[in-house]
């Protein structure tokens, strides 16, 4: 089945550097678009960066735009999200998902429609002095 295993968050101070990593499982992870969420406790869930599958063009949430970069390694099924010069307000649990039914530049927002139903158990970052 449809697995994703987040890891690599922890509590950092402002101006700090995070890199999360997502090992996915269970479907052709070289055939799909990737991509990065955020939940904070009684808030939706927000989309942050997205990368196509051959990884050619990324977009990101203009919050964390010049800050974040997404990347993906398609030989070890694994997508990354290094995060630079952190900020409060980028506290949260970040979650990767693939997009199962476009090809392509996704759209943006995507619906969560597209996406797989299973989320894995999201990885914790926090972000304060």
């Known amino acids: 089945q449809v697995q994703f295993v987040e890891s690599g968050g922890g509590l950092v101070q402002p101006g700090g550097a995070l890199r999360l990593s997502c090992a996915a499982s269970g479907f052709t992870f070289s055939d ?8 904070v406790p009684g808030k939706e869930r927000e989309l942050v960066a997205t990368i196509t ?46 997009v199962r039914l476009w090809r392509g530049v996704p759209p943006w927002p995507i619906p969560e429609s597209y996406l797989y139903d299973s989320w894995g158990q999201g990885t914790q970052v926090t972000v304060s002095s």
């Open 32 to 39: 799909l678009v990737m991509t990065w969420y955020r939940q």
């Open 53 to 98: 599958s051959d990884g050619d063009s990324t977009m990101y949430a203009d919050s964390v735009k010049g800050r974040f970069t997404i990347s993906r390694e398609n030989a070890k099924n694994t997508v990354y999200l290094q995060m630079n010069g952190l900020k409060s307000e980028d506290s949260a649990l970040y979650y990767c998902n693939a």
